[in-house]
């Protein structure tokens, strides 16, 4: 019997621009690496605001593309229902009777023959089309999701209540996505971490490992342009209170060490919705510049990048992106997890403010040794991060079950 071509369901919790962050980085470049290996893929995204005709025409050229319009926002009657239901309200503000209908009259006019959920949250509604239309479905586990609400409540004050609500919460989805992966035909995990706690999850699942990429043309040091020798670089965004929270840490604990040590040190932050404290720091040491369209002629002229997060899961893209481009990077532990390298490829960990101060002033008085490493950074994403290795792993696993 001659083999069928993959006619894919790609579900999303979100449109993945202004690709801003690791998940929508992850997403779009999913679209985009689908296509190139001449995948047909239908796309389908929440949104409760009107898309952006550029947004939707950029899409568009990878993907044939749906819209459901949804809001998976916390609201005060959701957080009632979880509490009353004991139910996991990140799974259950994704998922409703309408959506799946909606998917049903998708499936059928595509001719769908496999879907592909992109986060954990996205696969509840294809277990549900598991069960009522026999449709199998696959998981990118761009997090393992129970571990970020776990972190988050441990960093929570045990006098605050939303620490036992975060705490119950995480409990609820560890049980949740046990039950999807168990029933995923096979789910994709982008770090060793998050393939040892799939793997405790779901022991059964067929569980595959495939490092996340970093498009290398787009992503690529430029020697014309002149470093900053003393600038420190941050790009995030500011809609996550733990991105916030990081921030804040690095700027009250780490940067008054840094500059009694380096007076003229300068510590640049990008990204979206960033907060009017970041944008009235003082300016001899800080430069809040916000949301940019294009990142990298900044990272270009900065010296090292810094990742301070303490709650988390996954890896971060962000990371790799600023390793391709030359820069060595001083994280914590959970900024650098999921990323096998360490301090000869350029990715420096510390997660006191003294040993931060001290690994970035290591590096600032070290001007030849920051170059040689960060060669080395761009040299080691080039041999373990392509995104054409990552999505051929996907798609030959995916084309063992069509």
């Known amino acids: 019997m001659e083999k069928q071509e993959i006619n894919l369901l790609h579900l999303a919790p979100r449109i993945p621009f202004p690709a801003d962050d690791g998940g929508k980085i992850g997403i779009f470049n999913s679209l985009r690496y689908f296509k190139k290996f001449n995948i047909s893929n239908t796309f389908v995204f929440f949104s409760d605001e009107e898309v952006r005709k550029d947004y939707l025409d950029e899409l568009k050229k990878y993907a044939d593309v749906y819209i459901f319009n949804h809001s998976t926002k916390n609201t005060a009657l959701r957080i009632a229902k979880s509490l009353i239901n004991n139910e996991s309200i990140y799974i259950t503000k994704h998922n409703s009777p309408e959506f799946i209908e909606f998917l049903k009259e998708i499936i059928k006019r595509k001719k769908i ?6 986060h954990t949250c996205m696969a509840y509604s294809l277990d549900i089309l598991r069960k009522e239309i026999g449709l199998n479905y696959s998981i990118k586990l761009n997090n393992v999701e129970w571990m970020i609400w776990k972190r988050y409540a441990d960093n929570i004050p045990f006098y605050n209540p939303k620490k036992y609500y975060i705490g119950i ?4 989805l560890k049980r949740e996505e046990a039950r999807l992966l168990k029933n995923s035909l096979v789910s994709f995990a982008i770090t060793d971490n998050d393939f040892t706690r799939a793997e405790e999850l779901a022991p059964e699942n067929n569980l595959v490992m495939v490092p996340t990429g970093v ?13 900053n020798q003393n600038e420190l670089i ?11 929270d990081a921030v804040r840490w690095f700027i009250e604990n780490v ?8 007076p003229n040190i300068k510590f640049t932050m990008l990204g979206k919705n960033m907060p009017d404290w970041m944008r009235n720091l003082d300016k001899k ?7 940019v369209d294009e990142i990298q002629t900044f990272l270009n002229k900065a010296t ?4 301070p997060l303490f709650v988390g899961s996954g890896v971060r893209i962000k990371i790799l992106e600023a390793m391709a481009m030359g820069l060595p990077v001083v994280a914590t532990d959970i900024s650098a997890e999921g990323i096998k390298a360490g301090e000869n490829e350029g990715l420096f960990r510390a997660n006191n403010p003294t040993d931060f101060a001290n690994k970035i002033d290591f590096l600032l008085k070290n001007k030849d040794l920051r170059y040689e490493l960060g060669q080395k950074a ?3 994403i080039e041999l373990n991060h392509s995104w054409d290795t990552h999505t051929k792993i996907i798609i030959e696993e995916i084309s063992k079950f069509i």
């Open 113 to 118: 023959n496999f879907t592909y959920a992109d």
């Open 169 to 172: 919460q995480s409990k609820l």
């Open 215 to 227: 498009n290398l043309d787009e992503w690529k040091i430029d020697e014309s342009i002149i470093k």
């Open 234 to 244: 941050i790009a995030t965004t500011y809609h996550w209170v733990h991105n916030i």
């Open 255 to 262: 940067m008054p060490a840094l500059i009694t040590k380096v």
């Open 285 to 291: 040491n800080f430069n809040p510049v916000g949301y």
């Open 304 to 307: 090292i990048y810094v990742a």
């Open 378 to 380: 761009r040299k080691f």
